[in-house]
T-cell receptor, first 116, second 113 residues
Framework: GAGVSQSPSNKVTEKGKDVELRCDPI?????LYWYRQRLGQGLEFLIY????????KSGLPSDRFSAERTGESVSTLTIQRTQQEDSAVYLC??????????????FGPGTRLTVL | KNQVEQSPQSLIILEGKNCTLQ??????????LRWYKQDTGRGPVSLTI?????NTKSNGRYTATLDADTKQSSLHITASQLSDSASYIC????????????FGKGTTLSVSS
């Protein structure tokens, strides 16, 4: 596609429910990133996929968060037993290669998650 | 602790005026610094990327400067337009941090007519 797409654009869920967020990276991009942006805060790194390498999960805030990526295409971020503090915009980005010095990340529009 | 601080938090200017946004960082060892523009409801879009050896880089009406000695960067916007209204985010990468990009909280710019 022309850019990174994410779905849904908005998600409202009840505390304790599981949610799945989807990201479709730019075709041909080998690297994919997930970020969280809380209201009034900067972006927080969550997880990074690069080709067939083991993902860098160092940013995941708890074991309720997990993500998968199918080959070099779509990725899903799953949040289990959602809590109100999980409310945020979840942004996905992709880049052509890995985290090389100048490798530019292209961001999707984000999914706004609201946990009631 | 690696941190990126931006100022001001928000700014309102009249269309056609210039403005300068500031970014101070404590990330070490420094690799590169990026400025992103984030429109409301959209993902960030890269404006400039600078390495240690670069002092200035322009992208149209946007000019970024970098002083690696004082660990400061600025983004200057010339002849502002209504479409410049957005959040401007400073992002710093540490050399061996791999995926770790440190994001500032952003400066919200409002351009009014």
């Amino acid at each position: 596609g022309a850019g990174v797409s994410q779905s849904p654009s908005n998600k409202v869920t009840e505390k304790g429910k599981d949610v799945e967020l989807r990201c479709d990276p730019i075709s041909g991009h080998t690297a994919l990133y997930w970020y969280r942006q809380r209201l009034g805060q900067g972006l927080e790194f969550l997880i990074y996929f690069q080709g067939n390498s083991a993902p860098d999960k160092s940013g995941l805030p708890s074991d309720r968060f997990s993500a998968e990526r199918t080959g070099e295409s779509v990725s899903t971020l799953t949040i289990q037993r959602t809590q109100q503090e999980d409310s945020a915009v979840y942004l996905c980005a992709s880049s052509l290669y890995g985290t090389g010095l100048m490798n530019e990340q292209f961001f999707g529009p984000g999914t706004r998650l609201t946990v009631l | 602790k690696n941190q990126v601080e931006q100022s001001p938090q928000s700014l309102i200017i009249l269309e056609g005026k210039n403005c300068t946004l500031q970014c101070n960082y404590t990330v070490s060892p420094f690799s590169n610094l990026r400025w992103y523009k984030q429109d409301t409801g959209r993902g960030p879009v890269s404006l400039t990327i600078m390495t240690f050896s670069e002092n200035t880089k322009s992208n149209g009406r946007y000019t970024a400067t970098l002083d690696a000695d004082t660990k400061q960067s600025s983004l200057h916007i010339t002849a502002s337009q209504l479409s410049d209204s957005a959040s401007y985010i400073c992002v710093v990468s540490a050399r061996q941090a791999g995926t770790a990009l440190i994001f500032g909280k952003g400066t919200t710019l409002s351009v009014s007519s």
